[in-house]
């Protein structure tokens, strides 16, 4: 237990500035090829396309990764960490994600809100498991936390092939510098 989330905390960990990234990607930094990211392998995508996906190289914890990189003007608008399907199962899916849920509080303090959806379709669910409703999509959940600079948002999923928890930062300074390129536009 305390091995995952040593992991955990390794890989989602921010370096010290204010608006430093996860993984030790510099989103301050404008990008013509490729960023090399450390334990993923390049999948798909290019900086000038705006979207960049890699594959984790080895497991995380027991879990399947997969990262994807939003680029805007060259520079990493947002970086999203996919956790799953590999680790996360029809039993452990709430679990899991608490768990990924508190790393998080632990690492930006308490979360700023949670979004919880949930059709009335899941009382007429045989199952009274959780997670085949999220399966259905009759329930999600989702955890934001706001820290200076940027946000972050964890999500549980769940489709056909199984589950994800994917963890997305999104930078508000590169958003507010197109917004403001926009504003002087119009």
């Not at 040593?6 to 890989?11: D, E, V």
């Not at 390049?42 to 990262?67: K, M, S």
């Not at 999203?80 to 508190?102: F, M």
Request: proline share 3%.
């Amino acid at each position: 237990m305390k091995t995952l989330l040593t992991i955990i905390i390794l890989i989602c960990s921010l370096a010290t500035g204010p608006l430093a990234a996860p993984l030790n990607i510099d989103i301050s930094k404008s990008y013509t090829n490729v960023p090399e990211v450390e334990k993923f392998k390049y999948w798909y995508g290019d900086v000038a396309y705006g979207f960049i996906v890699y594959l984790g190289t080895e497991d995380l914890a027991g879990f399947e990764t997969e990262l994807q990189l939003t680029t805007h003007s060259k520079k990493i608008t947002s970086i999203t960490l996919i956790l799953g399907p590999a680790g996360i199962h029809g039993e452990n899916c709430i679990s899991q994600y608490r768990r990924v849920v508190k790393l998080l509080n632990s690492k930006y303090g308490h979360f700023k809100y949670r979004n919880i959806k949930k059709d009335p379709l899941i009382d007429d669910l045989v199952s009274a498991n959780i997670c085949n409703a999220i399966k259905a999509e009759l329930y999600s959940v989702d955890t934001i936390w706001k820290v200076k600079g940027y946000s972050i948002k964890a999500v549980l999923l769940g489709d056909e092939i199984g589950f994800y928890i994917e963890i997305e930062y999104e930078f508000s300074s590169t958003i507010d510098h197109s917004l403001q390129q926009l504003k002087k536009a119009l």
